[in-house]
């Protein structure tokens, strides 16, 4: 996460945030919502790429806000006042976004987050598993080496992931495995090749 942004700027992004959930999400619409258990995936991606909310946990050399992690809960916070399932698909980018900032590359960072910046993708996390719950040391979800010649070209990813927030609707998936080298993380993009 970065350093932050100013409080006046905060508590700007909350007020838009409120005057547009006033305006495409009253009461109403949230019940039918709800009642139909309906994901409004177009509202929560309006939020990210139009509103700019994923420019909040983005860092700034990427085209990002810098937010830290106490914006990053305001936000979510004042989201899950209006609504708790648009408050999980907003989170759940930033969460999917986590192992990028941290454990990535410069190069991998610059594509990844460069793209969220600019795209406004949405993002699911998949680490939780039928046996292993999120208990991470007990993945059973294998990254197999693609290999030609010498050189890595890729990885096969075998297991079963769930309760995956924007899992039906993401742009991009972490999916957390078990790679030859010990735990790891990918990111699929959802039009990759075998992908469910």
Known sequence: MGTGIDR???????KTLRE???D????AHLLELDAKDEFPEDIVR????????????????????????????????ELARIDLGVAT????????????????TEDQKAHWMTRLAEEGLLMAYGATEPEAGSDLAALRTTATRVIDGNEITGYIIN???QWISNGGFADLYTILAMAP????????ERDAVGFE
């Open 8 to 14: 006046d700027t905060l508590e700007l992004v909350l």
């Open 20 to 22: 547009f959930a006033a």
């Open 24 to 27: 495409q999400l009253p009461e």
């Open 46 to 77: 309006f939020m990210l790429a139009d509103l700019g909310v994923s420019l909040l946990f983005i860092p700034e050399e990427y085209g990002g806000m810098g937010g830290s992690s106490f914006d990053v809960y305001r936000i979510c916070e």
């Open 89 to 104: 698909g907003v989170f759940a980018t930033f969460l999917g976004s986590d192992p990028i900032v941290f454990g990535a």
């Open 159 to 161: 297991g079963n992931k």
């Open 181 to 188: 080298d010990g735990p790891t993380w990918f990111i699929v």
